[in-house]
């Protein structure tokens, strides 16, 4: 029985061997003849866009210098920069800035300069009155003229906390669970910690 039902099977594939090439080989056309096509476009709508090079900062070397209202000047250090070159950047003597280290309990502050830093001089008529150095993310130093003297102090800024609650139920994994109810990465990470072990 198996002998006479694969009979007629081979006859009909040899009899559509013919058919079956032709409709791959149009296949293979079509396929080809799109990807030309798109291509083509691809190639066209590339050939309008221009390309730009970077621009090269020439200016590596020097700190960055914002004027800012009401005599501010704040400069953004780059690598290498130190207080005495800042100094000589905004038009204050080296003099000055022996006086400001001179039994200063914050000298080591002012001579660990680091980069990226973002370091405020409100100078009047070429006289240094206030310089802020942030120190950490919570403290920074002032140094502020008074009475013919400079005082410098290391303050601390203000923190705010505040609670927030979010809800979810937990269908599936935890992550994908908190993708849906938009929990920030940061907090999925921690919640896996906590619940890890």
Do not use: C
Request: aromatic share 6%; proline share 3%.
């Amino acid at each position: 029985m198996d002998k006479r039902l694969n009979v007629p099977v081979k006859k009909n594939v040899k009899r559509y061997k013919p058919l079956i090439t032709l409709t791959v080989l149009i296949s293979l056309l079509l396929a080809y003849g799109l990807v030309q096509i798109y291509s083509n476009q691809h190639q066209s709508h590339l050939a309008h866009k221009r390309l730009s090079l970077p621009k090269i900062n020439t200016n590596q070397d020097k700190p960055k210098l914002v004027t800012e209202n009401i005599g501010w000047t704040t400069v953004i250090t780059r690598s290498g920069d130190s207080l005495a070159s800042l100094f000589k950047q905004v038009g204050l003597s080296s003099q000055l800035l022996q006086t400001l280290l001179l039994n200063n309990k914050h000298a080591k502050i002012l001579s660990n300069i680091k980069t990226n830093q973002r370091i405020r001089f409100l100078i009047e008529k070429n006289v240094l009155q206030k310089m802020i150095i942030p120190v950490s993310t919570t403290q920074f130093l002032v140094i502020y003229k008074k009475d013919n003297q400079y005082i410098s102090t290391l303050k601390s800024r203000k923190k705010s906390t505040h609670t927030d609650y979010l809800t979810a139920t937990v269908k599936g994994s935890l992550y994908a669970s908190a993708k849906r109810a938009n929990i920030p990465y940061k907090l999925i990470n921690q919640m896996t910690d906590i619940i890890n072990w």
